[in-house]
Each structure stands twice: as structure tokens, then as C-alpha cells.
């Protein structure tokens, strides 16, 4: 069985501070997301990265695939209370197949 | 991008009735869709894959008779909560993934709030 385990799982700072979150396997994907979730909505993509070692940015937000393609990360830098939310990776393997998802990371953050 | 749409938002429902959900990807077809069931502050709980045309396949420990999945059309699957009780009132999250993506990043629908009596 798959598993992505995501750490923390609870994560509460003050409006400026940076964060990682990970996202960690003992497993191969061939891609993997991040996924924003706000209470009450259904998850927003975020970045898809599919090369090990491929790191993306958006804006604030930059996301990294280790080189074995085993593990991921988000780094926030310089939190806004507008990051608040779920935060979610997910890993795959093909088009149209199930993703396995990590627990996921709440994520307050405090003006 | 790609647009997923649920219908209804939310839901509220006496014990022992049923309850179809509706999930529609609105731009492109969708051979395949994903149901998934969340508590508050947990991650997604993959229920079953929705194949249009075809069975759906359902993950260990979902009923089948109890969660029953219909994908008639290439933009629509449906699930229906067959004698609802109070222990399944959770937020319902369906997603497809556009054809062509060769990365396999899902789209998901906004959620249905199920509420049983």
C-alpha cells in the first residue's frame, strides 16, 4: 500500500513567518500535487511537479520534488493570513489514475 | 482550466431516505471521476473510481449498495446515499481529470454538505 505521510499536521503562525510543510514516501510517484482547500470548498490545484528535483515557484509559495521522486515540499515564505487553509499533497502515477493523498496540513495564520 | 461542479452544495435529510449527488465537469469529458468522502480538518478518503459506462470500483470498506455510483455520460456521475444515517453526514468531494493530462493532476468539484437527521 502507498502511503504519503505529510508533516506537521497542524501548523499555527504569525503573519511574516516562513513554513516548510513535507510531504514524504517510501514510493516512486510520477507526479505530485499540491492541493489548497478552504473549509467548506473542494481543493484547488496548486502546482502539479513531475522531474526530480524540479523546484516551482508561485509567488510566495515554492514547491520542490526530491530527485527520487519520493518526496515533496512547500515553503511559504513571509505568511499572510490569506495562506490560511488546507494544505494537501497527492501523488500519481498516470492520467485518469487515483491519487494517494497525505494527510494534510492546517494551516492558521495569525495577523 | 478544467471546471467541476456539484450539485447540490449542501443537503440536509431525514434518517432512512436517500440523497443523489450530482458531479458534472463542465469543459471537458471525463472518463473517469473520483468520489471522495472528508471529515472536518482531515485529508480526502478516496471512496470509488466512476467509469463511465462501467461499474465503479469501489475502495476496501465502502458499501456498494450503500454508495451507489452512476456515470451515464462522459460530464456526469452521480452518487446516491441509499438509507442515509446520521454517521454518513460528511462533506461529499467529487474530481476528474481532463483527458490528455499526462500528469494526472485532478480537478474537484466545490462539495456537498450532507446533513442526516
Keep these: 500500500t502507498q502511503l504519503l505521510e505529510q508533516s506537521p499536521q497542524f501548523l499555527s503562525i504569525q503573519e511574516g513567518e516562513n513554513l516548510t510543510v513535507y510531504c514524504n514516501s517510501s514510493s516512486v510517484f510520477s507526479s505530485l500535487q499540491w492541493y489548497r482547500q478552504e473549509p467548506g470548498e473542494g481543493p484547488v490545484l496548486l502546482v502539479t511537479v513531475v522531474t526530480g528535483g524540479e523546484v516551482k515557484k508561485l509567488k510566495r509559495l515554492t514547491f520542490q520534488f526530491g530527485d527520487a521522486r519520493k518526496d515533496s515540499s512547500l515553503h511559504i515564505t513571509a505568511a499572510q493570513p490569506g495562506d490560511t487553509g ?12 487515483k491519487l494517494i493523498f497525505g494527510q494534510g496540513t492546517e494551516l492558521s495564520v495569525k495577523p | 482550466g478544467a471546471v467541476v461542479s456539484q450539485h447540490p452544495s449542501w443537503v440536509i435529510c431525514k434518517s432512512g431516505t436517500s440523497v443523489k449527488i450530482e458531479c458534472r465537469s463542465l469543459d ?27 461499474k465503479a ?54 462539495g456537498t454538505r450532507l446533513t442526516v437527521t
Design chain 2, 28 to 54: 471537458f469529458q471525463a472518463t473517469t471521476m473520483f468520489w471522495y468522502r472528508q471529515f472536518p480538518k482531515q485529508s480526502l478518503m478516496l471512496m470509488a473510481t466512476s467509469n463511465e459506462g462501467s
Design chain 2, 57 to 110: 470500483t469501489y475502495e476496501q470498506g465502502v458499501e456498494k449498495d450503500k454508495f451507489l455510483i452512476n456515470h451515464a455520460s462522459l460530464t456526469l456521475s452521480t452518487l446516491t446515499v441509499t438509507s442515509a444515517h446520521p454517521e454518513d453526514s460528511s462533506f461529499y468531494i467529487c474530481s476528474a481529470s481532463p483527458p490528455g493530462l499526462a500528469t494526472g493532476e485532478q480537478y474537484f468539484g466545490p
Design chain 1, 86 to 97: 488546507l494544505y494537501l499533497c497527492a501523488g500519481g502515477h498516470n492520467q485518469g489514475g
